[in-house]
Nanobody, 125 residues
Framework: QVQLVESGGDLVQTGGSLRLSCAAS????????ISWFRQAPGKEREGVAF????????FYAESVKGRFLISREEEKNTVYLQMNSLKPEDTAVYYC??????????????????WGQGTQVTVSA
Protein backbone atom coordinates (compact mmCIF):
# COMPACT_ATOMS: atom_id res chain seq x y z
CA GLN A 1 0.00 0.00 0.00
CA VAL A 2 1.00 3.65 -0.30
CA GLN A 3 3.29 4.44 2.59
CA LEU A 4 5.73 7.06 3.86
CA VAL A 5 7.96 6.27 6.81
CA GLU A 6 9.99 8.94 8.59
CA SER A 7 13.07 8.30 10.69
CA GLY A 8 15.98 10.17 12.21
CA GLY A 9 14.28 12.21 14.89
CA ASP A 10 16.17 12.58 18.15
CA LEU A 11 17.06 14.79 21.09
CA VAL A 12 19.80 17.26 20.19
CA GLN A 13 21.34 20.35 21.77
CA THR A 14 20.92 23.85 20.40
CA GLY A 15 23.22 24.35 17.44
CA GLY A 16 23.31 20.68 16.61
CA SER A 17 22.31 18.85 13.44
CA LEU A 18 20.02 16.01 12.43
CA ARG A 19 19.12 14.34 9.17
CA LEU A 20 15.58 13.07 8.75
CA SER A 21 14.69 10.45 6.17
CA CYS A 22 11.36 9.77 4.47
CA ALA A 23 11.14 6.39 2.74
CA ALA A 24 8.34 5.91 0.23
CA SER A 25 6.74 2.70 -1.00
CA UNK A 26 3.65 1.58 -2.84
CA UNK A 27 3.58 4.37 -5.42
CA UNK A 28 5.62 5.75 -8.28
CA UNK A 29 7.91 7.94 -6.24
CA UNK A 30 9.31 10.05 -9.06
CA UNK A 31 5.87 11.34 -10.06
CA UNK A 32 5.09 12.92 -6.68
CA UNK A 33 6.19 16.12 -5.01
CA ILE A 34 7.32 15.74 -1.40
CA SER A 35 7.27 18.15 1.52
CA TRP A 36 8.29 18.16 5.14
CA PHE A 37 5.93 19.60 7.73
CA ARG A 38 6.16 19.97 11.48
CA GLN A 39 3.76 20.37 14.34
CA ALA A 40 4.67 21.59 17.79
CA PRO A 41 2.37 21.05 20.79
CA GLY A 42 -0.56 23.46 20.68
CA LYS A 43 0.35 24.79 17.26
CA GLU A 44 -0.90 24.21 13.75
CA ARG A 45 0.99 22.02 11.33
CA GLU A 46 3.31 24.13 9.21
CA GLY A 47 5.22 23.56 6.01
CA VAL A 48 8.99 23.42 6.36
CA ALA A 49 10.47 22.41 3.01
CA PHE A 50 9.33 21.25 -0.42
CA UNK A 51 11.02 19.44 -3.27
CA UNK A 52 9.41 18.82 -6.62
CA UNK A 53 9.58 15.70 -8.71
CA UNK A 54 11.84 15.60 -11.74
CA UNK A 55 13.67 18.95 -11.64
CA UNK A 56 14.02 19.12 -7.87
CA UNK A 57 12.70 22.66 -7.36
CA UNK A 58 12.92 23.52 -3.67
CA PHE A 59 11.15 25.93 -1.33
CA TYR A 60 11.72 26.59 2.36
CA ALA A 61 9.80 28.28 5.11
CA GLU A 62 11.44 31.54 6.15
CA SER A 63 12.06 30.16 9.62
CA VAL A 64 14.38 27.43 8.32
CA LYS A 65 15.87 29.03 5.22
CA GLY A 66 19.66 28.79 5.27
CA ARG A 67 19.63 26.11 7.99
CA PHE A 68 17.65 23.23 6.48
CA LEU A 69 18.28 21.44 3.21
CA ILE A 70 15.85 19.10 1.45
CA SER A 71 16.99 16.52 -1.09
CA ARG A 72 15.68 13.38 -2.72
CA GLU A 73 17.33 10.19 -3.88
CA GLU A 74 15.19 8.52 -6.54
CA GLU A 75 17.12 5.24 -6.50
CA LYS A 76 16.20 4.78 -2.84
CA ASN A 77 12.69 6.32 -3.01
CA THR A 78 13.79 8.57 -0.17
CA VAL A 79 13.64 12.26 0.69
CA TYR A 80 15.96 13.76 3.27
CA LEU A 81 15.82 16.84 5.47
CA GLN A 82 19.22 17.96 6.70
CA MET A 83 18.71 20.25 9.67
CA ASN A 84 21.62 22.38 10.89
CA SER A 85 21.98 25.07 13.55
CA LEU A 86 18.95 23.70 15.35
CA LYS A 87 17.06 25.92 17.78
CA PRO A 88 14.62 25.06 20.58
CA GLU A 89 11.80 26.46 18.45
CA ASP A 90 12.49 23.70 15.91
CA THR A 91 11.16 21.18 18.44
CA ALA A 92 8.18 19.40 16.88
CA VAL A 93 6.95 16.20 15.30
CA TYR A 94 8.18 16.22 11.72
CA TYR A 95 6.12 14.64 8.95
CA CYS A 96 6.77 14.01 5.29
CA UNK A 97 3.91 14.07 2.83
CA UNK A 98 3.33 13.51 -0.87
CA UNK A 99 1.19 15.41 -3.35
CA UNK A 100 0.66 15.86 -7.05
CA UNK A 101 1.21 19.43 -8.25
CA UNK A 102 0.61 21.33 -4.99
CA UNK A 103 0.38 25.10 -4.95
CA UNK A 104 1.62 27.58 -2.32
CA UNK A 105 5.20 26.42 -2.86
CA UNK A 106 4.22 23.03 -1.51
CA UNK A 107 3.88 24.26 2.07
CA UNK A 108 0.11 24.00 2.52
CA UNK A 109 -0.80 20.83 4.46
CA UNK A 110 -4.34 20.58 3.05
CA UNK A 111 -3.01 19.82 -0.43
CA UNK A 112 -1.15 16.69 0.66
CA UNK A 113 -2.92 13.34 0.61
CA UNK A 114 -0.28 10.87 1.72
CA TRP A 115 1.37 11.31 5.13
CA GLY A 116 3.90 9.50 7.24
CA GLN A 117 3.47 8.80 10.94
CA GLY A 118 5.95 11.46 12.05
CA THR A 119 9.26 11.53 13.90
CA GLN A 120 9.99 13.57 17.04
CA VAL A 121 12.71 16.21 17.01
CA THR A 122 13.57 17.81 20.34
CA VAL A 123 16.13 20.59 20.63
CA SER A 124 17.28 21.35 24.15
CA ALA A 125 18.29 24.85 25.19
Amino acid sequence: QVQLVESGGDLVQTGGSLRLSCAASGFTFDTWDISWFRQAPGKEREGVAFISKADGVKFYAESVKGRFLISREEEKNTVYLQMNSLKPEDTAVYYCAAAVAPTAHGLRPSEFKVWGQGTQVTVSA
